[in-house]
């Protein structure tokens, strides 16, 4: 079984970034999931992929994983690049 680590990004329905600080690690899915032919529900076997670890850094999560004896694959976040900006540079002439 295999766990992911990485740092999830912001959602696009807010505006700031809470919840985008802390690491965490999930396990991939090792069954197929099934669809119910009664009520058409989505389900799986696999209680593993219901599981999302948080930890405050990536180093917590790498020792976690070892600690447990888990296979791991880290996912680098993307880096934020911010041009600051002012107000009054919505008003200047373009020459």
Excluded at 14 to 43: C, H, P, V, Y
Aim: net charge positive.
């Amino acid at each position: 079984m295999t766990a992911r680590i990485y740092r999830p990004a912001k959602s696009a329905s807010q505006s700031g970034r809470a919840n985008t600080r802390q690491w965490l690690l999930e396990f991939e899915q090792s069954e197929k999931r099934n669809i119910d032919g009664l009520m058409g529900w989505t389900g799986s076997a696999d209680t593993q992929a219901q599981v999302r670890l948080r930890f405050s850094s990536r180093g917590e999560a790498e020792s976690y994983a070892k600690k447990n004896g888990l296979v791991y694959e880290v996912k680098e976040p993307q880096i934020r690049h911010v041009r600051p900006k002012s107000y009054t540079d919505n008003f200047l002439r373009k020459t």
